[in-house]
């Protein structure tokens, strides 16, 4: 069990500056903290990740730890329970933005079949698209590819992507309007 006192202490010498303090405060909480960046990631690798950026943090915060108002473990837990879920949102972004169509993302999506009954039409069209994919600019193509191919709506892209839902939405439109164009020019429709 961890001794609120002897952290408090422990805390407020980090603050000033006290390695020494800082080493003893890391080998006595971060095998709880350890545990609390596990439960969000579900990763050891990761949570130990975590749990190295929280201490940097907490070092660099320690001057902000207020020993009265706040019990020192539950504030050192807040800021590894923050980082690990910042962690695992920006992993979550960076798989779900992954623009490699090697799950079949773009056949999910499209019914070939509909719009050509030859395999190597098919295949044409498909080369196209990803062609025309390629294209795209950054935001626009990864907003294309977020909400169509991994199917996030537009307030959930915005979560994710960090940006005014209106932005989004243009990012959107725009980026359909450009796949058109170039599909269309690809196909030698005008």
């Known amino acids: 069990m961890l001794d609120d006192i002897d952290i408090r202490r422990l805390i407020l010498l980090s603050a000033a500056r006290d390695a020494a303090a800082f080493e003893q405060l890391y080998q006595r909480t971060a095998p709880v903290l350890l545990g609390v960046a596990f439960k969000i990631t579900g990763r050891r690798e990761l949570a130990e990740e975590v749990l190295h950026d929280a201490f940097i943090k907490i070092w660099h915060a320690a001057t902000r730890f207020d020993p009265v108002a706040t019990r020192p473990v539950a504030w050192m837990a807040t800021i590894v329970r923050n980082r690990a879920i910042d962690t695992v949102s ?10 490699d169509d090697s799950e079949g ?16 039409d098919q295949a044409q069209m498909r080369h196209w698209l990803r062609g025309c994919l390629d ?29 005014p839902l209106g932005t989004v939405k243009s990012w959107v439109r725009r980026g359909l309007q450009s796949l058109k164009h170039c599909v269309d020019s690809c196909m030698g429709v005008s």
């Open 90 to 99: 920006r992993a979550d972004v960076a798989r779900v933005s992954t623009l």
């Open 135 to 163: 294209e795209l600019k950054g935001r626009e193509r990864q907003a294309l590819v977020l909400a169509y191919l991994h199917g996030l709506s537009h307030g959930e892209l915005a979560d994710h992507l960090a940006t």
């Open 105 to 120: 993302a773009l056949d999910r999506l499209f019914d070939w079949s509909a719009s050509s009954e030859d395999e190597a």
